[in-house]
């Protein structure tokens, strides 16, 4: 009898993938059942899902020494998903499996009692990094079979129970995958910008901020209308190309967000936490290794921080790191997690506490007003590229005016998009934001003229260094919305003016 069985499978660590390889051996001795190679409690508790899967799936689990070790032995694995392959391999050591088609193939699943396979989260990043180490086969639950597909270069199988995986090992059954006859993705509804009415100047700015990916601050009384047009930004932004879909739909599969039905995200997304929520909770973190968090959730698409002046001080400043270098890492136990965070900011405020709709109404101190927004740090907000004071609209808009709607806005910011990513194309930027400041102050150097606004505000001391560079790439913004080749000192000066307004 054979008494060794190895198939292969792929842990997660963080964002990354590696491929694991599995085996189990079967000897004489006291009856037991022994998980080895840095498994943490949740893997270690697949010693009685595997045990009864394979006893209700018709074979007698061994009464024998059963040892099962994942390779290689110093790197941390976690999660239901490797129950399936360990109990194959199990089954191969009691030569209840064949291993034909195990040698480039990873197996993936969570086993339920009876038998039945259980989805898993993280299947997109898991299937890249083994179409990475050279596989061309998978065998995934049927309910991830969807996710799976996105992935090109791997021949996908769904299944619903242990029992149709060692069938089809067997060459006794076809592993289900997508059919042709799966209804095609919708797309997520995003309200118009036709709704808006009254708030020519945020509408302006919103439509700068989405063109050239610039974070933004509202501030103004409750109901003026900040929450509507943050929730609009998505409808005017570029939809995700292939790659930047791939990358935001795996974030989303490692944070187990993914809709079951068309998982492959292809607008940006919008995450709106509430104020309330933790440093944790924006970053990413849980016990072993790190979870996703808010800021990655937004990659490519938009953070919305609503009543941001209620949020803690602390938990505002840990932006600072994501904002600055598109990325957030967080140390835990097992190691430090490092996921994408390139999204855009907006953030949205009332004036102070009592926030009547009329400013002159205020009965706040200037102390209090001062305090109320001094949470937002000015490191911080010095990484706010646009800051718009919104003012109730008149009657007379808000029963005529009609502003436009998201298709209007969507081209214009698409052609200033277009531009931008022509003028960056050899150095791989896709946004103005994007850009380093070196460049902006030395290969694409603006004309003194155009320039001198700039050392102004800061011979004032009106802005620092950081601030002189985001005014610059805010001033490119601008003149590919108007089809300029080139920033002249109006947009420069706007540039500088949009800085200058709202809490500071």
Not at 163 to 184: F, I, K, N, Q
Request: charged share 20%; hydrophobic share 45%; glycine share 10%.
């Amino acid at each position: 009898m054979t008494t060794l069985g190895r198939v292969h499978s792929v842990g997660l660590n963080a964002f990354a993938a590696d491929a694991i390889e599995i085996q189990a051996n079967i000897s004489s001795g006291l009856p037991g059942f022994t998980i080895s190679g840095s498994a943490d409690a949740s893997l270690k508790e697949a010693k009685d899902r595997i045990r009864a899967a394979i006893g209700n799936s018709g074979v007698t689990f061994p009464d024998k020494k059963v040892v099962v070790a994942l390779a290689p032995a110093n790197l941390p694995k976690s999660g239901a998903g490797f129950d399936l392959p360990m109990a194959i391999s199990i089954l191969v050591a009691l030569g209840a499996a064949q291993t034909a088609l195990l040698g480039e193939t990873v197996l993936i699943g969570e086993l339920a009692l009876d038998g039945r396979l259980r989805p898993v989260p993280g299947v997109l990043p898991l299937l890249l990094g083994a179409r990475d180490a050279g596989f061309t086969r998978a065998v995934v639950p049927i309910a991830n079979v969807r996710e799976a597909t996105l992935v090109d270069g791997l021949e996908i199988g769904g299944a619903d129970a242990l029992a149709d995986v060692v069938a089809w090992l067997a060459g006794e059954r076809v592993l289900d995958t997508v059919t042709d006859h799966d209804p095609a993705p919708r797309a997520p509804v995003i309200p118009d910008m036709a709704d808006v009415v009254g708030q020519p100047a945020a509408r302006h700015a919103l439509e700068v901020a989405a063109a050239g990916s610039h974070h933004i601050l509202m501030t103004g009384p409750p109901g003026i209308g900040k929450t509507m047009l943050a929730s609009r930004l998505p409808g005017i932004l570029p939809p995700l190309d292939a790659d930047e879909s791939l990358e935001v739909t795996a974030i989303h599969s490692v944070a187990g967000t993914l809709p079951a039905h068309h998982p492959l995200i292809q607008t940006p997304p919008f995450i709106a936490p509430h104020h309330s929520a933790s440093v944790t909770a924006l970053l990413g973190g849980g016990t072993g290794m790190a979870r996703p968090g808010a800021v990655s959730k937004a990659h490519r698409g938009v953070l919305f921080l609503d009543e941001c002046a209620e949020m803690g001080a602390k938990v505002l400043d840990a932006l600072r790191q994501p904002l600055e270098d598109g990325v957030v890492r967080v140390s835990r136990r097992d190691g430090t997690a490092v996921y994408p965070a390139r999204f855009q900011l907006i953030l949205a405020a009332n004036p102070c506490p009592c926030a009547p709709v009329n400013d002159v109404d205020c009965v706040c101190t200037s102390i209090v007003r001062r305090r109320y927004l001094g949470r937002l740090s000015g490191p911080l907000m010095d990484r706010v590229d646009i800051r718009v004071q919104m003012e109730p609209p008149g009657n007379a808009a808000l029963m005529t005016e009609q502003g436009e709607s998201t298709a209007v806005v969507a081209a214009r910011v698409a052609q200033a998009r277009g531009a931008a990513r022509d003028r960056w194309r050899e150095h791989r930027w896709l946004t103005n934001a994007e850009v380093p400041g070196s460049a902006l102050r030395r290969r694409y150097r603006l004309a003194p003229g155009a320039m001198r606004p700039v050392e102004m505000f800061l011979g004032q001391g009106r802005i620092t260094a950081r601030g002189a560079d985001r005014a610059l790439r805010l001033a490119w913004t601008l003149a590919d919305l108007r089809g300029a080749a080139m920033p002249d000192v109006d947009d420069v000066t706007q540039a500088l003016m949009y800085r200058d307004r709202g809490t500071r």
